[in-house]
């Protein structure tokens, strides 16, 4: 039998109302994975491809054939706005069958939710952070709700891959199922994964079972694609190339340029949505209010009107639904400005094409941007908009290279010639999950001896390096500042801290809020910045740089000192984690002479540019580039955490020998210092220094507690300091390559 013969007439019928002339791919795989194997199943597949039917379409037929007596799948999407997307397409598929579709995130209403704890059935899409809520405050009805859940599906599993968030959603499969006592088959959605095998096994751990990954032959896509180059004050650009994302593109006719009213990458990006479905993604909140405010002016500039949308997180649910439901209707041509909130999933329509403001962090952001275009038979289109200040007249090498030029080039031809794509990082330390696991497991159980939650935490397959000792650790830790409370027969109870902690909504994700830090320099007010850096590095606010001398963590203060040059976009999360085969790839497009057809005139114009500027000063061939007298500049082509190992590495064992002074940091493209010593003794310093016994500890700088995740500030110091130097510095390719400039073997 068919996988089509296989289906349920509800889903035969399904297949015939919408003229499907056949199954695609993706559909026939995974219908032969889910109907004949009992294993868990990832499918990878380009972005608009069915994968969200392929995976229903098998469990809804089950489903028919045998009801389940609670929730049968739960759906895990890492987006409210992908919930609402696909319980629209879910819930008229499943209403002809009586199979019930739930949506729960924090802006669904509360009868909805009401109706389903009172007849738990069907198909439950929840968020991680609401199911992490529904854990904490309906414990005791768990095992009601999902005695007989058969499938857990987790779309975009990409998105899960490098951070404490994908290692929550496994926490919460696990617990669940353990209280539950359940074991339901995963299934793993995703266009854009670098390591299959990898990420099968993240999508199988704790279970056992084996994961199947059916081998989809991908379609050499046609991609239509430019990238531009736009100095604040410097000339137009002009046209877009078509190209082939697995041959050589052809070239379209030129278009009309930029307004000369405006900064010329916006006025560039107002032109060219005029009468267009668009989206404008930025890599940031702020950039994203910034970018659409600039182009709402432009509209009252040239007397016309607003066409312009803006979604990201931190916009209440009305308006971002406002703009979900605009970009549906084919008939409404308006441009939407967003952050990754529209990267993943959710089909807004027939969107004509994309733009992307500077280059995103990863090959994956990349792809996904694109693939938001290109639906409905139409080519995905992606305009890349650089925009760089002008650099003054005698500005020094580095700050001349067009780093984000190049960092776009790089993202695009390692797809294009590779097929590569980040690949997953899941072997940190996640002490910050590991408190809020603790905290959540203690809330929704009540009074635990230390033993039983010991045994309800640390098996939980992402904690697999942590140690007893680190758990006692941390226990005897929350006990001494109150999180955790000892009652009087020696049992744990959260304590007053950790009540204020876990009961406040913010808990539920383990991911950083927009919490804001007044800067203040003296007695001046600067204003505000997210996530603060640790003392000793560098902020930009207030059109200047500053250095960080004083984090009040508690009155949510930073003190600062002015300095002089440019910040890195970097320190943080996940989405600033440059892989160093980015940076190594943008060394090459230094060094080579191949023409990229999608550059526009500025953009192949600056290129050139800063090829010739780097061969002429041997930036190119060599690490270590002298200024002039005593100022050097360090090209490390290393991505972000293994710059930052670097950094430390250098401050921590080789200053002092090198004379090494004034050392300023642009991540992760070069460090530019002062040094009493020549490359000689450079390279001799760091060859005898890289040779020698290291804890990665001591890369930790003298007082310093580097708070990185949302839960590092209630960890003991020590934790902090691990978790830093063992899981997220990358110390093991900063000293491969050191070894490579010393000519040291592996």
């Not at 800067?519 to 930009?540: C, D, F, H, Y």
């Not at 830093?724 to 093991?732: K, R, T």
Request: proline content about 6%.
């Amino acid at each position: 039998m068919n996988v089509f013969d296989r289906y349920a007439p509800f889903v035969q019928d399904f297949i015939y109302r919408n003229n499907w002339q056949s199954l695609r791919a993706i559909q026939v795989a995974a219908g032969d994975a889910i109907f004949h194997t009992d294993d868990h199943v990832l499918l990878s597949a380009s972005t608009a491809s069915g994968k969200t039917e392929a995976a229903f379409f098998p469990i809804l037929t089950e489903f028919w054939e045998d009801p389940p007596a609670s929730v049968g799948a739960i759906y895990i999407g890492p987006l409210k706005a992908l919930i609402n997307d696909q319980f629209l397409r879910l819930n008229d598929l499943c209403a002809e069958a009586g199979i019930p579709v739930w949506h729960w995130h924090g802006d669904v209403a509360q009868s909805h939710k009401a109706k389903m704890l009172k007849k738990p059935s069907g198909i439950l899409q929840i968020t991680p952070e609401s199911l992490e809520a529904l854990l904490l405050h309906k414990h005791a009805a768990v095992a009601k709700l999902f005695g007989d859940l058969r499938y857990v599906v987790i779309d975009e599993v990409h998105s899960l891959l490098r951070g404490d968030r994908g290692g929550q959603t496994i926490c919460l499969i696990e617990r669940l199922s353990r209280m539950a006592g359940v074991q339901p088959r995963r299934i793993g959605l995703s266009a854009t994964i670098g390591d299959l095998e990898a990420a099968g096994r993240f999508l199988a751990a704790g279970t056992g079972r084996n994961t199947v990954i059916p081998k989809i032959e991908a379609k050499g896509a046609k991609w239509r694609l430019s990238m531009e180059h736009f100095f604040v004050s410097g000339p137009q650009a002009q046209g877009t190339p078509e190209t082939d994302a697995a041959a050589l593109p052809v070239l379209e006719a030129a278009t009309d340029s930029a307004p000369k009213e405006a900064d010329p990458g916006m006025g560039y990006i107002f032109d060219h949505t005029r009468g267009k479905k668009c989206l404008v993604f930025v890599n940031s909140r702020e950039e994203c209010e910034a970018v659409t405010t600039s182009l709402r002016q432009y509209c009252e500039l040239k007397h016309e009107p607003d066409r312009f949308l803006i979604h990201h997180g931190n916009l209440s649910a009305s308006y971002r639904e406002t703009a979900e439901t605009v970009m549906k209707d084919d008939d409404q041509q308006m441009t939407t400005v967003t952050t990754a909130t529209l990267e993943l999933g959710i089909d807004i329509g027939r969107l004509e094409r994309a733009f992307q403001i500077n280059a995103p962090f990863t090959v994956s952001s990349f792809l996904q941007r694109m693939g938001r275009t290109g639906r409905r038979d139409a080519p995905p289109e992606m305009w890349f908009v650089m925009r760089e200040e002008l650099p003054e007249a005698r500005a020094m090498l580095p700050t001349t290279i067009p780093w984000e030029l190049l960092q776009g080039i790089a993202l695009v031809q390692l797809y294009l010639e590779e097929r590569w794509v980040e690949p997953p990082k899941l072997d940190r330390l996640p002490y910050s999950l590991l408190y809020h696991q603790t905290m959540s497991t203690l809330a929704s159980s009540g009074e635990l001896s230390p033993g039983a939650l010991a045994a309800r935490v640390l098996p939980l397959a992402v904690f697999h390096r942590i140690t007893q000792e680190d758990f006692r650790l941390l226990l005897r830790h929350l006990i001494e500042n109150g999180h955790i409370q000892r009652t009087e027969t020696g049992g744990l109870i959260v304590g007053l801290a950790g009540e204020r902690i876990t009961n406040n909504f913010k808990f539920y994700a383990v991911f950083q809020e927009n919490e804001e830090y007044t800067v203040r320099s003296a007695n001046q007010e600067l204003g505000t910045i997210v996530m603060p850096p640790p003392p000793g590095e560098k902020i930009a606010i207030a059109g200047a740089v500053w250095i960080v001398e004083e984090v009040d963590h508690k009155r949510h203060l930073v003190y600062c000192e002015p300095v002089k040059g440019k910040v890195p976009a970097y320190f943080g999360q996940c989405p600033g984690d440059i892989h160093t085969k980015i940076l190594e790839r943008m060394r090459r497009v230094l060094a080579e002479d191949t023409p990229y057809p999608y550059l526009m005139k500025n953009a192949a114009a600056r290129l050139a540019q800063a090829r010739h500027s780097a061969r002429l000063s041997g930036a190119v061939s060599e690490p270590l580039i002298n200024l002039g007298g005593d100022m050097w500049c360090l090209f490390p082509w290393l991505g972000s955490y293994a710059f930052l190992a670097l950094e430390r590495f250098l401050k921590v064992k080789c200053a002092d020998a090198l004379g090494l002074r004034g050392m300023d940091s642009t991540r992760p493209y070069f460090l530019m210092f002062k040094m009493r010593a020549g490359k000689e003794e450079f390279f001799r310093v760091l060859g005898e220094a890289v040779q020698q016994p290291m804890d990665p500890l001591e890369l930790v700088y003298p007082k310093e507690v580097p708070l990185f995740e949302k839960y590092d500030e209630y960890l003991p110091e020590s934790l902090v300091k691990k978790g830093f130097a063992y899981g997220i510095l990358d110390i093991e390719g900063m000293k491969a390559r050191v070894r490579s400039w010393c000519g040291i073997p592996e």
